[in-house]
Each structure stands twice: as C-alpha cells, then as structure tokens.
C-alpha cells in the first residue's frame, strides 16, 4: 500500500522527513503517517507535472483510452484492499467503501470512451479557406479533494484530465489521503508515463498556494468547502487560471401532497437512505425535507421510524448502517447545530447527541418545529442531521427551497408529473432528482450554482473543463 508522494514516476518521502498523522475516525488512533511535503518536494512535483504535460499532449487519444482502461480493470481488481483503506481512513461502512471504488473505475472506463471523442468541429468553408475549431489539453492542472470520498472525488478529476491530455497534481486531504495514493498507483500500473500522474500530500494552504502561484499550473479543480474556494480564487487571480470550483450544497426535498401511503413510505425510505449515507457527509445529501400538510405526519413517522432502525458502528462491522464522522471539528459542528436548533425550539425526534465510547459518531438525528432562522437550515450540516419541515402550496414550498446561498442538489417527490415540471423549473440547483436521490455518475456534469460553486466536472461538459477551444483558418496559398 503505497504511503508517499509520488513525483514524476517515482514514491518518495518528504525531502526534509516531516509526515502528517492519519487516524481511524472510528477509534481515534493513528493508523497511518503520510509524508508533509517540503517546498521542495513542491518545486519537485511542478516540474515533473510540466514534463508529463509534454509527453502527455502528444500521446495519441488511443494511447489514453487504452491507459484509462487498463486502469478501470485494475481498480475493480483491487476493489477489497481499496475499500479496506478507504474505510479504514474515512470511515464509511465498507459497502460503501465497495461502491465508491466501483464508482471510481467507472469514472476511468467513461472517460476511456471520451479521450476518443474529445470533438473539435468544422465551421463554414470556401473554396481555398477551411476554418476549425479543435480541443487542446489546457494544461498541467492542480486538482484538490476532501476527505468524504476519497476515491470517487479524485478519479472525477484524474479521468477527464489523463482522457483529454493534461499532467495532474492530485492534493488528497490530509484526513483521508491514502485512497487517492492507491488509484494513482493503479494509473501508474497501467502505464500513465512518468509525470502525467503525481500527488502531494500536505498542509493545505502552503500547498495550494505555493502549486497555484507557479507558472506551470494552468488549471485548477477543488472539492472542498466555500471558504477554501474563495481562497483559491484569490490565489487564482494573478494569473488567471481557470477553476472548477465544486463547495457543497444544502439540498431541499419537496415531498408533494399527492403521494398515497404507499409512495409516502417509499419516499422516506428513499430520503433516509441517502441522507445518512457518509453519515450525511453527501455534499447532495438531502439536509432539509419539506413536506405538504397533508402528507406532512405521515412523513415524520415513517422516517422518524427507519432512522430508528439505523445501526451506528465502525464501518468494519458488517452490521453498522451509519459510521462516524471525518473528525472531531466534524461532531463538534453537527452537534452545535443540534442544540442551536432544539434551544430555539426544534422538537429533537430521535438522535441528537454522541454516544459514549471512542470515534468520532454522532446519533441520526430527526428535527421537527425547526424555525426559520434555525442555523440548520441555513447552513450545511454535513453530517446525519434531516430537519423535516412543513409547507403549504408548492409556491411556497420552492421560495423556502430557495432560500439559501447553495444550490448543488434538490429533490422532488410526486406523482403528478405537471407538479414536477413546475417543480423542476422553479428550482435553482445544478441537478435535480424526481423520484430519484441517485444524482452522480461519469455521464452526468456535477456541479451547482451560487455558493456552490461553477464549472462542471462528469459528462461531455469536462471536455470544456480540461481543454481550450483553438479556432484554425487556413488558406491554400498567401
């Protein structure tokens, strides 16, 4: 299990030997130590990334499909040891550990397809004068991922970036960074040559800003929180490297009226399932319910009684539905919002505390009677947090959906599919799901609007994210 940098084809420690704990947040011990990179070794992984981004832009679009394939096949063979790291460092159950490595080599195999499809297009012609347009890698780019999916979060970035032609520094968190060691090592056994893939692993600012402020790196990519977003525009502003900026969301559900017993009972189990997915650390997670009248009751009690069923444990024990949470600052956060939210005069349904014992866990937690100037509802829990609220008529329902800074994700349970088209259209969100929490995939562009973020990553649109458009005319003769 590779636990270095890795630099220009080669793992090494950090030039001056400082490393960075790496703990189980189920037991709160150290079980691992990655290296703090020097600046140095900084000045060392830019200029490979420069090097690889040459070598790389020649390659021919076959030579990177045929790299990303081998890839794909070998995560899926590499799927146990994968997940064992990744829930070793982050948490999750290991079933969930599985889908997101499955997920991760889909990513690869996707764009395996599209390295060969990366289309310019042929504008109008006359005779002696053609015009084009044609795709050219933008660039060594410098991609930054937080800790809850450690393996899904970089491959949405390695793919798209080895499929169109650009050198990568991939800048794991700190928290969980050995899930991304491990799918560079399985690009590296694939045959990515030297410098086209490295990583880096460090303290955060000095590590973004020292990579950002070079002259080598001509795109950036982040998953990760609006304060380090805005940091890294800054950063970006002085020589205008385009970013891709993906800071999380606070995503509504609007559960409609028209929905019988048996639909209400399966949205919940639905609503349920992906918001204590990651223990709610889902940057799509559905983190506030809103529910017409006359379903509302109904509602509450069928989540109030699956979430009871939940089992919290370490993500090892094949019996646990809910893991613990990334960090300490973590807990601390969802359980400020818990006591903010009850002092205010929030019914606390089920959950609200940490039990006892070792790990970072926090109890799935239901929330009714919330008000309205809760911080709960302003802000993103990010962890097994559901405020279940009530509204009236589907006006209403869409103004309070849209009544925060975000919007990555939303969701929409009905029937009536004119309901859902009006539905659709009123909300201010990047994707939306009907009748449907399973937003992410390779084809699909993620991505928000406001505080969330811009730029899309997935999908044909990643194209646009890690080329430049270079328009061509061309006579036959001066």
């Not at 189990?269 to 997670?285: E, H, M, P, T, Y």
């Not at 990553?457 to 061309?474: L, P, Q, R």
Request: with cysteine; aromatic share 6%.
């Amino acid at each position: 299990m590779p636990d270095q940098l890795f630099i220009g084809g080669e793992w090494r420690d950090a030039s001056d030997g400082r490393t960075i704990d790496v703990l189980d947040p189920a037991t709160e011990q150290v079980v691992a130590t990655v290296p703090d990179a020097s600046d140095a070794d900084l000045d060392a992984v830019l200029a490979a990334a420069d090097s690889g981004f040459d070598t790389w832009r020649r390659a021919s679009p076959t030579q990177r499909s045929e790299v990303l394939a081998r890839a794909a096949s070998l995560l899926l063979e590499r799927t146990e040891e994968i997940a064992a790291v990744l829930t070793q460092e982050q948490g999750k159950p290991l079933d969930e550990a599985r889908a997101e490595v499955r997920q991760s080599a889909e990513q690869f195999s996707w764009f395996a397809g599209e390295a060969v499809r990366a289309y310019g297009r042929v504008l109008a012609t006359e005779p002696g004068r053609r015009s084009w347009v044609e795709r050219r890698p933008v660039g060594p780019v410098a991609a930054f991922t937080a800790w809850n999916f450690p393996a899904s979060l970089p491959a949405r970035k390695l793919a798209p970036a080895v499929a169109f032609g650009c050198s990568i520094v991939v800048c794991p968190a700190v928290e969980a960074p050995r899930t991304a060691m491990e799918l560079v090592a399985t690009l590296a056994d694939a045959g990515v040559p030297d410098g086209v893939v490295n990583l880096i692993t460090g303290e955060p600012p000095r590590v973004s800003a020292r990579l950002i402020e070079s002259d080598v790196i001509a795109k950036i990519s982040l998953t990760g929180s609006v304060p380090v977003g805005r940091q890294l525009v800054r950063l970006s502003a002085e020589r205008l490297q385009p970013l891709t900026l993906e800071l999380g969301g606070h995503a509504p559900v609007l559960v409609l009226d028209d929905l019988d017993d048996e639909a209400v009972d399966r949205a919940a189990a639905a609503v349920v399932r992906s918001k204590f997915r990651n223990a709610g650390q889902v940057c799509i997670s559905p983190s506030r319910i809103f529910v017409q009248d006359a379903v509302h009751d109904r509602l509450v009690a069928a989540v109030e009684r699956l979430v009871g069923q939940l089992r919290v444990g370490p993500g090892t024990d094949p019996g646990s539905d809910v893991g613990p949470l990334a960090n300490a600052r973590r807990r601390a956060a969802v359980a400020e919002l818990v006591e903010k939210a009850a002092a205010g005069g929030a019914t606390v349904r089920c959950g609200g505390r940490a039990p006892d014992g070792p790990g970072f866990f926090f109890l799935p937690t239901v929330l009714t009677d919330v008000p309205a100037d809760a911080a709960v509802l302003r802000d993103e829990p990010f962890g097994p947090v559901l405020p279940v609220l009530r509204f009236g008529t589907l006006d209403e329902g869409l103004d309070r959906a849209n009544n925060v800074p975000y919007g990555l994700a939303a969701y929409v349970y009905t029937t009536d599919l004119g309901r859902a088209d009006a539905a659709v259209a009123g909300l201010d969100v990047g994707m939306i799901g009907v009748n449907e929490t399973a937003l992410a995939s390779a084809a699909s562009p993620f991505g928000g609007v406001g505080l969330s973020g811009y730029g899309r990553e997935g999908g044909t649109e990643s194209i646009e994210a890690y080329t430049v458009a270079t328009a061509v005319t061309s006579r036959g003769r001066p």
